[in-house]
T-cell receptor, first 112, second 114 residues
Framework: DTAVSQTPKYLVTQMGNDKSIKCEQN?????MYWYKQDSKKFLKIMFS???????INETVPNRFSPKSPDKAHLNLHINSLELGDSAVYFC???????????FGPGTRLTVL | DQQVKQNSPSLSVQEGRISILNCDYT??????FLWYKKYPAEGPTFLIS?????DKNEDGRFTVFLNKSAKHLSLHIVPSQPGDSAVYFC?????????????FGTGTLLAVQP
């Protein structure tokens, strides 16, 4: 299956913990993204990487650290989780300057 | 500051009729617009797009219209089918910009009644 995949699909954790979400794409794209969809359903970009290089960093707290080991993977590590981090996080990929971004199924993060 | 707005949170349409979903934007630098469809517990999937040099793009049952002077676009689905029931997101970008950032609206939940 050619797709964007994310793990885990659901993540429930306590405040203060550190957690990671993994993303992989096998579409041959060179650009990957992380989006956050909050409780008001806003889908907002957080980060974008092109060929392992950070392109977009949208004033996200530095507790969030993306890591791109290669152009097919973009992981999201979150330190010291807060209640407000509860959201659905979507990974996406595209060709560079390709507007049609392909999304993963999302990871629902719940911080208790 | 919401640059892309979908003012109708929901829309209900009878099967076989036309669905019209609307989207307004404020940033005149946007020159590429997309519609995404999202089912529950899935990621958004690309549906159709339009460049600002066009005013209409059609793909099967889906047509997107762009009115640049009004900063307004709409998605028409004809005929509507129950399987079209989903949340539809409008998105905009500055195509060819260094960052290729998509700005999304808040979505419209379309319910197609059999």
């Amino acid at each position: 299956d050619t797709a964007v995949s994310q793990t885990p699909k659901y993540l429930v954790t306590q405040m203060g913990n550190d957690k990671s979400i993994k993303c992989e794409q096998n579409l041959g794209h060179d650009t990957m993204y992380w989006y956050k969809q909050d409780s008001k359903k806003f889908l907002k970009i957080m980060f974008s990487y092109n060929n392992k290089e950070l392109i977009i960093n949208e004033t996200v707290p530095n507790r969030f650290s993306p890591k791109s080991p290669d152009k097919a993977h973009l992981n999201l590590h979150i330190n010291s989780l807060e209640l407000g981090d509860s959201a659905v996080y979507f990974c996406a990929s595209s060709n560079f300057l390709g507007n049609e971004q392909f999304f993963g199924p999302g990871t629902r993060l719940t911080v208790l | 500051d919401q640059q892309v707005k979908q003012n109708s949170p929901s829309l209900s349409v009878q099967e076989g009729r036309i669905s019209i979903l609307n989207c307004d934007y404020t940033n005149s630098m946007f020159d590429y617009f997309l519609w995404y469809k999202k089912y529950p517990a899935e990621g958004p999937t690309f549906l159709i797009s339009i460049s600002s040099i066009k005013d209409k793009n059609e793909d099967g049952r889906f047509t997107v219209f762009l009115n640049k002077s009004a900063k307004h676009l709409s998605l028409h689905i004809v005929p509507s089918q129950p399987g079209d029931s989903a949340v539809y997101f409008c998105a905009a970008s500055n195509y060819g910009g260094a960052t290729n950032k998509l700005i999304f609206g808040t979505g419209t939940l379309l319910a197609v009644q059999p």
